[in-house]
Each structure stands twice: as structure tokens, then as C-alpha cells.
């Protein structure tokens, strides 16, 4: 699924020149995901407690500026139907769900039973211009901080606008 987002947005990107999807839509998409650490060697888990919004602060994309990496909200800037993935891997030894939110509404749950086990939801939602989309976990039994860098990631693009 990753190989696929990526090379729809470099197709995407190489037909509009970045700045329109067939004349219709700015083309819209982001992609962040945990920091790593300056040290390959090391990793740093990140622990967030029940009902923390998850701050996927290394943006490596954000076309449209609708992601705030300080917030960890994605502020809609153009309405429409998107696709928005989440990809997150937990360690240590509990148990946890996460919910992606979009105007304070479920729309993908998943629960990570097991620690170093990567789990994914993707969803195909409608959104208006200046809603909020974001991930929160919810749950919690033990301890189970997320993973850093690519096995933890928050990306969405705009399918259609309206």
C-alpha cells in the first residue's frame, strides 16, 4: 500500500507540476511520521497516554499546508473526498488502540495486541474545507510507547474535490 501512495502522489506530481489535478483541485497530501533518532544505532520509542493526539512531527511531505506537525492535526484546506493511513508499531509490553478522528468523529479504528507488531488502517472519507482529521489513542493496558520513524506514519491526499 505504502509502494502504491507513493507512486500515485509521483505521478500525481509529475502531471500537475504540483499545483492542480486536472485543472479542478489544488493537489493536496502530507506524510509524517515519528522522528528518529540522529543516532541509526538507537531508536527512542515515544509514549503517549489515553486520549493524547499522536504528534507525527517529521513531515517529510505537505503540499496544501494542511498538516501541523505541532498540533498533529490536519486542518482540511480544500473539501473533498481523501484517503488518509495510518501505520503505527508499538514496543514494550502492553496492549493499545488508536481511532482516526475527523470532526471529533470515528471514522478507522485498530488495536495493536502485542508489542513490535505493525498494524495499519486506511480510510476513504469526506471532508469539508476546515475540518480537523487526527489520531488519538484511546487505549492503553500496560506500557506500549509508539516506534519511531517509518513504522509510524499519518498521510493523507485529496481523491476529489467537491
Known amino acids: 500500500m505504502q509502494l502504491h501512495l507513493v507512486l500515485y502522489l509521483c505521478v500525481a506530481v509529475c502531471l500537475t507540476g504540483g499545483k492542480t489535478v ?12 515519528l ?43 480544500v473539501s473533498g473526498h481523501y484517503q488518509f493511513r495510518v501505520l503505527l508499531q508499538t514496543v514494550g509490553t502492553g496492549h493499545s ?32 474545507k476546515g475540518d480537523h482529521v487526527l489520531v488519538k489513542k484511546t487505549w492503553e493496558n500496560g506500557n506500549s510507547p509508539l516506534r519511531q520513524g517509518v513504522w509510524s506514519q499519518f498521510s493523507g491526499f485529496l481523491l476529489r474535490r467537491d
Do not use: C
Not at 22 to 33: E, M, N, Q
Not at 46 to 54: A, D, K, L, R
Not at 103 to 127: C, E, F, L, N
Open 35 to 77: 522522528p528518529k533518532n540522529s543516532d541509526p544505532m538507537t531508536w527512542k520509542p515515544y509514549p503517549f497516554g489515553v486520549g493524547s493526539i499522536i504528534l507525527f512531527s517529521s513531515v517529510e511531505a505537505n503540499n496544501g499546508r494542511g498538516y501541523n506537525p505541532t498540533s498533529g492535526v490536519f486542518h482540511v484546506p
Open 97 to 128: 488502540d488508536y481511532v482516526l478522528l475527523a470532526q471529533g468523529s470515528a471514522k478507522a479504528r485498530i488495536g495493536i495486541p502485542k508489542p513490535w507488531t505493525s498494524t495499519s488502517m486506511s480510510v476513504v472519507i469526506h471532508v469539508n
Open 22 to 33: 486536472a485543472g479542478k483541485a489544488p493537489l493536496v497530501y502530507f506524510k509524517a511520521s
